[in-house]
T-cell receptor, first 114, second 114 residues
Framework: DVKVTQSSRYLVKRTGEKVFLECVQD?????MFWYRQDPGLGLRLIYF???????EKGDIPEGYSVSREKKERFSLILESASTNQTSMYLC?????????????FGDGTRLSIL | AQSVTQLDSQVPVFEEAPVELRCNYS??????LFWYVQYPNQGLQLLLK??????LVKGINGFEAEFNKSQTSFHLRKPSVHISDTAEYFC????????????FGTGTRLLVSP
């Protein structure tokens, strides 16, 4: 079974801090994704990566950056955290395109910015 | 661009009753369609997917969905629900060419009571 592991289930940080959210997958997937989930808004794509050192902006990249130095790890960075970034963050991975591959999700990190 | 509409934010139902969760999509190109389920405090899990072929798709846990191209719908059904089906359900769409980013609906919370 695919395992996508997010380093923290709950995280509390202060406004202005630099925040790192880590995600690791164990199935050699090429694609990795970061979403945020907010009530009534569903999941929105922040960034994705289709290969090591490659990254693409999703629908809401403002205030975020990402890093993918190794295939199995995809980090989301909040450069200067703000209260409107309080949310649930979900990481996902999938195989390279072909017939569409399902995305496999981690359990999420609930981030609170005070 | 694609979009997904889940009109019902919450669907209450009694145990052993049938249920239908509605999903409509919009796209200028051909699409793949997905239903994901999120149990409390967990990430998303794939229930079923439509890629091509038969318009009736069967998934895990007794769920099925029917793709209707003329009505641009992909409604999820289960003939008899269980308490353990209480969860949030997300419909998602991706184009069937190019990089297949998922676009999610806002989710429907299914509440099954005894």
């Amino acid at each position: 079974d695919v395992k996508v592991t997010q380093s923290s289930r709950y995280l509390v940080k202060r406004t202005g801090e630099k925040v790192f959210l880590e995600c690791v997958q164990d199935m050699d997937h090429e694609n990795m994704f970061w979403y945020r989930q907010d009530p009534g808004l569903g999941l929105r794509l922040i960034y994705f990566s289709y290969d090591v050192k490659m990254k693409e902006k999703g629908d809401i990249p403002e205030g975020y950056s990402v890093s993918r130095e190794k295939k199995e790890r995809f980090s989301l960075i909040l450069e200067s955290a703000s209260t409107n970034q309080t949310s649930m963050y979900l990481c996902a991975s999938s195989l390279r395109q072909g017939v569409s591959q399902p995305q496999h999700f981690g359990d999420g990190t609930r981030l609170s910015i005070l | 661009a694609q979009s997904v509409t889940q009109l019902d934010s919450q669907v209450p139902v009694f145990e052993e009753a049938p249920v239908e969760l509605r999903c409509n999509y919009s796209s200028s190109v051909s699409v793949y369609l997905f239903w994901y389920v999120q149990y409390p405090n967990q990430g998303l899990q794939l229930l079923l997917k439509y890629l091509s072929g038969s318009t009736l798709v069967k998934g895990i846990n007794g769920f099925e969905a029917e793709f209707n191209k003329s009505q641009t719908s992909f409604h999820l059904r289960k003939p008899s629900v269980h308490i353990s089906d209480t969860a949030e359900y997300f419909c998602a769409v991706s184009p069937n060419t190019g990089f297949q980013k998922l676009v999610f609906g806002t989710g429907t919370r299914l509440l099954v009571s005894p």
